[in-house]
Protein backbone atom coordinates (compact mmCIF):
# COMPACT_ATOMS: atom_id res chain seq x y z
CA UNK A 1 0.00 0.00 0.00
CA UNK A 2 1.28 3.52 -0.96
CA UNK A 3 2.42 5.42 2.11
CA UNK A 4 1.94 8.91 3.07
CA UNK A 5 4.50 11.68 2.75
CA UNK A 6 5.86 11.53 6.49
CA UNK A 7 6.08 7.67 6.61
CA UNK A 8 7.86 7.46 3.83
CA UNK A 9 10.26 10.50 4.34
CA UNK A 10 11.31 8.48 7.65
CA UNK A 11 11.41 5.10 6.56
CA UNK A 12 12.88 4.98 3.13
CA UNK A 13 16.51 4.20 3.78
CA UNK A 14 19.30 2.34 2.62
CA UNK A 15 19.59 -1.35 3.57
CA UNK A 16 20.54 -2.23 6.59
CA UNK A 17 24.15 -3.69 6.85
CA UNK A 18 25.12 -6.83 8.55
CA UNK A 19 25.43 -4.75 11.77
CA UNK A 20 21.60 -4.41 11.83
CA UNK A 21 21.98 -0.90 12.67
CA UNK A 22 18.42 1.15 13.15
CA UNK A 23 19.69 4.70 11.93
CA UNK A 24 21.06 5.01 8.37
CA UNK A 25 24.94 5.00 8.95
CA UNK A 26 27.53 7.49 7.53
CA UNK A 27 29.89 5.79 4.53
CA UNK A 28 32.63 8.07 4.54
CA UNK A 29 34.59 6.47 1.45
CA UNK A 30 35.83 8.10 -1.02
CA UNK A 31 36.03 4.89 -3.15
CA UNK A 32 34.68 1.13 -3.54
CA UNK A 33 36.55 -2.34 -3.97
CA UNK A 34 35.89 -4.89 -6.87
CA UNK A 35 35.06 -8.21 -6.18
CA UNK A 36 38.03 -9.10 -9.20
CA UNK A 37 38.16 -8.49 -12.85
CA UNK A 38 34.69 -9.13 -14.40
CA UNK A 39 33.19 -7.45 -11.29
CA UNK A 40 35.41 -4.23 -12.45
CA UNK A 41 34.94 -4.69 -16.41
CA UNK A 42 30.83 -5.05 -15.70
CA UNK A 43 30.89 -1.94 -13.47
CA UNK A 44 32.50 0.31 -15.41
CA UNK A 45 30.46 -0.84 -18.63
CA UNK A 46 27.44 0.16 -16.67
CA UNK A 47 26.28 -3.52 -16.75
CA UNK A 48 25.20 -3.16 -13.00
CA UNK A 49 24.02 -0.74 -10.67
CA UNK A 50 26.79 -0.14 -7.79
CA UNK A 51 29.16 2.76 -6.23
CA UNK A 52 32.50 3.13 -7.60
CA UNK A 53 33.89 6.17 -6.29
CA UNK A 54 31.72 8.83 -4.17
CA UNK A 55 32.05 11.50 -7.15
CA UNK A 56 29.49 9.33 -9.07
CA UNK A 57 27.37 7.65 -6.67
CA UNK A 58 27.67 6.74 -2.73
CA UNK A 59 25.14 5.15 -0.13
CA UNK A 60 24.40 7.98 1.50
CA UNK A 61 23.53 10.54 -1.42
CA UNK A 62 21.59 8.02 -3.00
CA UNK A 63 19.56 7.73 0.23
CA UNK A 64 19.11 11.43 0.00
CA UNK A 65 18.54 11.37 -3.61
CA UNK A 66 15.80 8.67 -3.79
CA UNK A 67 14.21 10.28 -0.77
CA UNK A 68 13.77 13.88 -2.55
CA UNK A 69 12.98 12.12 -5.93
CA UNK A 70 10.14 10.13 -4.14
CA UNK A 71 8.65 13.25 -2.16
CA UNK A 72 8.47 15.33 -5.58
CA UNK A 73 7.10 12.47 -7.57
CA UNK A 74 10.17 12.46 -9.65
CA UNK A 75 11.34 9.17 -11.34
CA UNK A 76 15.27 10.12 -10.37
CA UNK A 77 17.50 12.65 -9.18
CA UNK A 78 21.08 13.90 -8.93
CA UNK A 79 22.49 15.57 -5.70
CA UNK A 80 24.80 18.73 -5.92
CA UNK A 81 27.35 19.99 -3.49
CA UNK A 82 24.66 23.29 -3.48
CA UNK A 83 22.03 24.59 -4.53
CA UNK A 84 24.00 26.88 -7.58
CA UNK A 85 25.80 23.67 -8.12
CA UNK A 86 22.71 22.23 -9.19
CA UNK A 87 21.22 25.34 -11.33
CA UNK A 88 24.27 25.12 -13.08
CA UNK A 89 24.76 21.73 -14.48
CA UNK A 90 21.14 21.83 -15.12
CA UNK A 91 22.03 24.69 -17.18
CA UNK A 92 24.95 22.95 -18.38
CA UNK A 93 23.77 19.62 -19.27
CA UNK A 94 20.35 20.59 -21.05
CA UNK A 95 21.17 23.71 -22.83
CA UNK A 96 23.89 24.37 -26.02
CA UNK A 97 25.82 27.56 -27.10
CA UNK A 98 23.35 29.89 -28.47
CA UNK A 99 20.39 28.56 -26.72
CA UNK A 100 17.63 31.05 -25.01
CA UNK A 101 15.67 31.05 -21.49
CA UNK A 102 12.57 32.28 -21.01
CA UNK A 103 12.73 33.30 -16.81
CA UNK A 104 10.06 34.29 -14.38
CA UNK A 105 12.00 38.31 -13.36
CA UNK A 106 12.30 37.58 -10.23
CA UNK A 107 15.29 35.37 -9.56
CA UNK A 108 18.04 34.29 -6.44
CA UNK A 109 20.57 36.42 -6.78
CA UNK A 110 23.26 34.23 -7.82
CA UNK A 111 20.88 32.23 -10.81
CA UNK A 112 20.49 36.40 -11.91
CA UNK A 113 24.42 36.22 -12.00
CA UNK A 114 24.31 32.97 -13.89
CA UNK A 115 22.11 34.02 -16.23
CA UNK A 116 23.22 37.97 -16.91
CA UNK A 117 27.03 37.23 -16.57
CA UNK A 118 28.41 33.54 -17.15
CA UNK A 119 25.69 31.77 -19.66
CA UNK A 120 26.51 34.62 -22.11
CA UNK A 121 30.02 33.47 -22.32
CA UNK A 122 28.29 30.82 -24.33
CA UNK A 123 26.18 32.71 -26.52
CA UNK A 124 23.03 31.93 -24.17
CA UNK A 125 20.98 34.84 -23.52
CA UNK A 126 17.41 34.76 -21.09
CA UNK A 127 14.44 37.16 -21.63
CA UNK A 128 12.12 38.01 -18.69
CA UNK A 129 8.42 38.44 -17.62
CA UNK A 130 7.08 39.68 -14.79
CA UNK A 131 5.51 37.23 -11.86
CA UNK A 132 2.11 38.46 -12.18
CA UNK A 133 1.33 38.72 -16.00
CA UNK A 134 2.22 35.34 -18.05
CA UNK A 135 0.49 36.71 -21.13
CA UNK A 136 3.96 37.97 -21.74
CA UNK A 137 5.92 34.31 -22.26
CA UNK A 138 4.49 33.53 -25.59
CA UNK A 139 5.86 36.71 -26.75
CA UNK A 140 9.24 35.74 -25.59
CA UNK A 141 9.86 32.30 -27.08
CA UNK A 142 12.21 32.35 -30.04
CA UNK A 143 12.98 29.44 -31.97
CA UNK A 144 16.26 28.84 -30.01
CA UNK A 145 14.52 28.32 -26.66
CA UNK A 146 14.92 25.75 -24.81
CA UNK A 147 13.39 25.82 -21.37
CA UNK A 148 11.03 28.24 -19.16
CA UNK A 149 13.21 28.92 -15.57
CA UNK A 150 10.72 29.87 -12.49
CA UNK A 151 11.08 29.81 -8.89
CA UNK A 152 7.40 30.13 -6.89
CA UNK A 153 6.90 31.46 -4.09
CA UNK A 154 10.24 34.16 -5.44
CA UNK A 155 12.80 35.22 -3.44
CA UNK A 156 12.64 37.76 -2.00
CA UNK A 157 9.28 39.59 -2.93
CA UNK A 158 7.51 36.06 -1.90
CA UNK A 159 5.38 36.47 -5.19
CA UNK A 160 3.45 33.19 -6.53
CA UNK A 161 3.88 31.68 -10.26
CA UNK A 162 1.09 30.10 -11.62
CA UNK A 163 2.59 26.35 -12.18
CA UNK A 164 0.05 25.07 -13.84
CA UNK A 165 -0.43 27.75 -16.62
CA UNK A 166 3.14 27.85 -16.93
CA UNK A 167 3.41 24.03 -17.57
CA UNK A 168 1.09 24.02 -20.23
CA UNK A 169 2.55 27.07 -22.20
CA UNK A 170 6.09 25.08 -21.70
CA UNK A 171 4.41 21.32 -22.94
CA UNK A 172 3.07 23.76 -26.12
CA UNK A 173 5.95 24.99 -27.10
CA UNK A 174 7.84 22.10 -26.34
CA UNK A 175 10.28 23.71 -23.71
CA UNK A 176 11.67 22.13 -20.54
CA UNK A 177 9.93 24.16 -17.55
CA UNK A 178 12.47 23.82 -14.71
CA UNK A 179 11.10 25.07 -11.25
CA UNK A 180 13.27 25.80 -8.25
CA UNK A 181 11.28 24.76 -5.68
CA UNK A 182 13.18 25.83 -2.58
CA UNK A 183 11.14 28.11 -0.66
CA UNK A 184 8.35 25.83 -0.89
CA UNK A 185 9.62 22.33 -0.21
CA UNK A 186 7.79 19.17 -1.64
CA UNK A 187 5.92 19.25 1.43
CA UNK A 188 4.36 22.44 0.69
CA UNK A 189 4.12 21.89 -3.46
CA UNK A 190 5.30 19.05 -6.14
CA UNK A 191 5.84 20.72 -9.27
CA UNK A 192 5.69 17.69 -11.49
CA UNK A 193 2.06 17.76 -10.76
CA UNK A 194 1.78 20.92 -12.85
CA UNK A 195 4.18 19.70 -15.41
CA UNK A 196 7.30 21.09 -14.57
CA UNK A 197 10.21 18.36 -16.38
CA UNK A 198 13.01 19.63 -13.63
CA UNK A 199 12.22 20.49 -9.97
CA UNK A 200 15.85 22.12 -8.34
CA UNK A 201 16.68 22.64 -4.45
CA UNK A 202 19.22 24.24 -2.49
CA UNK A 203 19.03 21.63 0.14
CA UNK A 204 20.83 24.33 1.96
CA UNK A 205 17.63 25.84 3.04
CA UNK A 206 14.42 24.09 4.51
CA UNK A 207 15.00 20.59 3.70
CA UNK A 208 18.35 21.08 6.24
CA UNK A 209 16.97 23.60 8.05
CA UNK A 210 19.47 23.71 10.77
CA UNK A 211 21.81 25.59 9.17
CA UNK A 212 24.15 23.56 9.08
CA UNK A 213 25.63 22.01 5.48
CA UNK A 214 25.35 22.78 2.02
CA UNK A 215 23.65 20.84 -0.71
CA UNK A 216 21.67 21.11 -3.84
CA UNK A 217 19.65 18.33 -6.08
CA UNK A 218 17.40 18.28 -9.15
CA UNK A 219 15.15 15.56 -9.65
CA UNK A 220 12.97 14.68 -12.71
CA UNK A 221 12.70 11.86 -15.15
CA UNK A 222 14.74 8.98 -15.70
CA UNK A 223 15.92 9.89 -19.29
CA UNK A 224 16.78 13.65 -17.98
CA UNK A 225 18.63 12.29 -14.93
CA UNK A 226 20.17 10.23 -16.98
CA UNK A 227 22.08 13.34 -18.91
CA UNK A 228 22.17 15.08 -15.80
CA UNK A 229 23.97 12.39 -14.16
CA UNK A 230 26.56 11.81 -16.27
CA UNK A 231 27.53 15.94 -16.30
CA UNK A 232 27.28 15.77 -12.88
CA UNK A 233 29.66 12.92 -12.15
CA UNK A 234 31.95 14.18 -14.81
CA UNK A 235 32.10 17.82 -13.75
CA UNK A 236 32.84 17.58 -9.65
CA UNK A 237 30.04 19.43 -7.97
CA UNK A 238 28.74 16.05 -6.24
CA UNK A 239 27.47 15.93 -2.83
CA UNK A 240 29.93 14.83 -0.08
CA UNK A 241 28.47 11.72 1.92
CA UNK A 242 29.21 13.80 5.37
CA UNK A 243 26.12 16.03 3.73
CA UNK A 244 23.76 13.92 2.08
CA UNK A 245 23.62 11.73 5.61
CA UNK A 246 22.74 14.99 7.64
CA UNK A 247 20.23 15.96 4.96
CA UNK A 248 18.70 12.50 4.40
CA UNK A 249 18.08 13.05 8.42
CA UNK A 250 16.80 15.99 8.09
CA UNK A 251 14.19 14.66 5.57
CA UNK A 252 12.54 12.56 8.40
CA UNK A 253 11.64 15.80 9.92
CA UNK A 254 10.76 17.73 7.24
CA UNK A 255 6.79 17.74 7.41
CA UNK A 256 6.66 18.85 11.08
CA UNK A 257 9.24 21.20 11.15
CA UNK A 258 7.10 23.41 8.16
CA UNK A 259 4.29 22.81 9.97
CA UNK A 260 5.63 25.09 12.69
CA UNK A 261 7.18 26.95 10.02
CA UNK A 262 4.11 27.71 8.80
CA UNK A 263 2.05 28.16 11.63
CA UNK A 264 5.17 31.00 13.08
CA UNK A 265 4.88 32.92 9.58
CA UNK A 266 1.27 32.89 9.39
CA UNK A 267 1.04 34.20 13.13
CA UNK A 268 3.78 37.13 12.67
CA UNK A 269 2.32 37.87 9.10
CA UNK A 270 -0.95 38.95 10.80
CA UNK A 271 1.03 40.63 13.20
CA UNK A 272 3.26 42.90 11.11
CA UNK A 273 -0.07 43.60 8.87
CA UNK A 274 -1.38 45.46 11.90
CA UNK A 275 1.72 47.52 12.41
CA UNK A 276 1.11 51.28 11.56
CA UNK A 277 4.82 51.67 10.63
CA UNK A 278 4.85 48.98 7.97
CA UNK A 279 3.36 49.97 4.36
CA UNK A 280 2.62 46.36 3.07
CA UNK A 281 3.50 42.90 4.16
CA UNK A 282 3.18 39.97 1.98
CA UNK A 283 3.12 36.20 2.84
CA UNK A 284 1.08 33.77 0.39
CA UNK A 285 -1.77 33.10 2.44
CA UNK A 286 -2.60 36.28 4.07
CA UNK A 287 -5.72 37.31 2.14
CA UNK A 288 -4.17 40.73 1.14
CA UNK A 289 -1.27 38.63 -1.15
CA UNK A 290 -2.28 39.49 -4.38
CA UNK A 291 -2.23 35.79 -5.73
CA UNK A 292 -3.74 34.53 -2.32
CA UNK A 293 -6.11 32.10 -4.29
CA UNK A 294 -3.40 30.64 -6.32
CA UNK A 295 -1.50 30.03 -3.30
CA UNK A 296 -4.26 28.13 -1.79
CA UNK A 297 -4.68 26.31 -5.08
CA UNK A 298 -0.60 25.21 -5.37
CA UNK A 299 0.57 25.24 -1.95
CA UNK A 300 -0.05 23.24 0.83
CA UNK A 301 0.40 25.79 3.43
CA UNK A 302 2.52 29.44 3.23
CA UNK A 303 5.81 28.91 3.61
CA UNK A 304 7.70 30.42 6.20
CA UNK A 305 9.04 34.16 4.32
CA UNK A 306 7.67 37.02 5.18
CA UNK A 307 8.51 40.31 2.81
CA UNK A 308 7.17 43.54 4.52
CA UNK A 309 8.21 47.70 4.02
CA UNK A 310 8.85 50.00 6.45
CA UNK A 311 7.53 53.05 6.38
CA UNK A 312 10.95 54.60 6.46
CA UNK A 313 12.90 53.59 3.47
CA UNK A 314 16.75 52.86 4.43
CA UNK A 315 17.04 54.68 7.65
CA UNK A 316 14.54 53.02 9.03
CA UNK A 317 15.65 49.51 7.69
CA UNK A 318 18.53 49.72 9.01
CA UNK A 319 17.33 51.03 12.80
CA UNK A 320 15.07 48.56 12.52
CA UNK A 321 18.19 45.97 11.86
CA UNK A 322 20.10 47.45 14.39
CA UNK A 323 17.53 47.26 16.79
CA UNK A 324 16.98 43.13 16.64
CA UNK A 325 17.98 41.17 19.41
CA UNK A 326 16.64 37.86 19.44
CA UNK A 327 17.15 37.12 15.56
CA UNK A 328 19.73 36.20 13.74
CA UNK A 329 21.32 39.09 11.02
CA UNK A 330 21.96 36.69 8.51
CA UNK A 331 21.74 35.64 4.09
CA UNK A 332 20.70 32.43 4.93
CA UNK A 333 17.38 31.36 5.20
CA UNK A 334 14.77 28.65 6.26
CA UNK A 335 16.64 27.61 9.03
CA UNK A 336 15.26 26.79 12.73
CA UNK A 337 16.74 30.47 13.39
CA UNK A 338 14.74 33.31 12.67
CA UNK A 339 17.00 35.46 9.80
CA UNK A 340 16.02 39.10 8.94
CA UNK A 341 17.94 40.08 5.76
CA UNK A 342 17.88 43.55 4.55
CA UNK A 343 17.84 42.11 0.41
CA UNK A 344 19.01 45.90 -1.11
CA UNK A 345 21.81 46.09 0.80
CA UNK A 346 22.95 42.21 0.69
CA UNK A 347 21.92 39.75 -2.01
CA UNK A 348 20.39 41.71 -4.34
CA UNK A 349 23.07 44.43 -3.69
CA UNK A 350 24.52 43.65 -7.49
CA UNK A 351 21.28 44.04 -8.78
CA UNK A 352 21.09 47.61 -10.54
CA UNK A 353 18.44 49.81 -8.56
CA UNK A 354 15.92 49.52 -11.62
CA UNK A 355 16.10 45.79 -11.46
CA UNK A 356 15.44 45.75 -8.35
CA UNK A 357 12.49 47.71 -8.31
CA UNK A 358 11.35 45.37 -11.08
CA UNK A 359 11.12 42.81 -8.54
CA UNK A 360 9.38 44.86 -5.76
CA UNK A 361 13.12 45.02 -3.43
CA UNK A 362 12.62 48.45 -2.02
CA UNK A 363 15.05 50.00 0.06
CA UNK A 364 13.08 49.50 3.47
CA UNK A 365 12.33 46.30 2.03
CA UNK A 366 12.78 43.37 4.68
CA UNK A 367 13.01 39.74 4.17
CA UNK A 368 12.05 37.38 7.57
CA UNK A 369 12.56 33.62 7.06
CA UNK A 370 10.73 32.95 10.19
CA UNK A 371 12.32 29.67 12.76
CA UNK A 372 11.49 27.59 14.71
CA UNK A 373 11.55 29.58 17.98
CA UNK A 374 8.22 30.16 20.12
CA UNK A 375 6.30 32.99 17.80
CA UNK A 376 5.70 34.82 20.85
CA UNK A 377 9.38 35.76 21.12
CA UNK A 378 9.87 36.74 18.03
CA UNK A 379 7.22 38.72 17.64
CA UNK A 380 8.54 40.61 20.84
CA UNK A 381 11.84 41.19 19.20
CA UNK A 382 10.32 42.40 15.81
CA UNK A 383 8.03 44.77 17.92
CA UNK A 384 10.51 46.08 20.02
CA UNK A 385 12.89 46.56 16.71
CA UNK A 386 9.73 48.62 15.23
CA UNK A 387 8.93 50.74 17.85
CA UNK A 388 12.83 52.20 17.49
CA UNK A 389 12.81 52.70 13.76
CA UNK A 390 12.30 56.50 13.97
C1 LIG B 1 19.87 29.51 -1.61
C2 LIG B 1 19.16 29.37 -2.88
C3 LIG B 1 19.81 28.84 -4.00
C4 LIG B 1 21.29 28.46 -3.99
O1 LIG B 1 21.56 27.47 -3.08
P1 LIG B 1 23.02 27.27 -2.37
O2 LIG B 1 22.85 25.99 -1.66
O3 LIG B 1 23.23 28.45 -1.49
O4 LIG B 1 24.01 27.20 -3.47
C5 LIG B 1 19.09 28.70 -5.17
N1 LIG B 1 17.80 29.07 -5.24
C6 LIG B 1 17.14 29.60 -4.19
C7 LIG B 1 15.72 29.97 -4.34
C8 LIG B 1 17.79 29.76 -2.97
O5 LIG B 1 17.13 30.29 -1.93
Redesign the pocket.
Known sequence: MSKKFETNAIRNQMERSQNLEHSTPLHLTSSFVFEDAEDMRASFAEEKERNIYSRFTNPNTTEFVDKVAQMEGAEAGVAFA????A?FATFATFLNAGDHIVSARAL?G??HTLFTKYLPKWQITTSYFPSDDLSLIEGLIKPNTKCIYV?SPT?PGVDILDLEAIGKIAKQHKLLFIV?N??ATPYLQQPIQYGADLVIH?A??LMDGQGRV???ITVGSKQLVRELFLFARNTGASLSPFNAWILSKSLETLAVRIDRHCKNAHVIAEKLEACQEINWVKYPFLKSHPQYALAKKQMLKGGNIIAFELKGGIDAGRNFINAIELCSLSSN?GDSRTIITHPASTTHSKLSEEDRLAVGITDGMIRLSVGLEHHEDIWNDLKNALSKIV
Do not use: I, P
Open positions: TGMGVFSTENDCFSTKLGGL
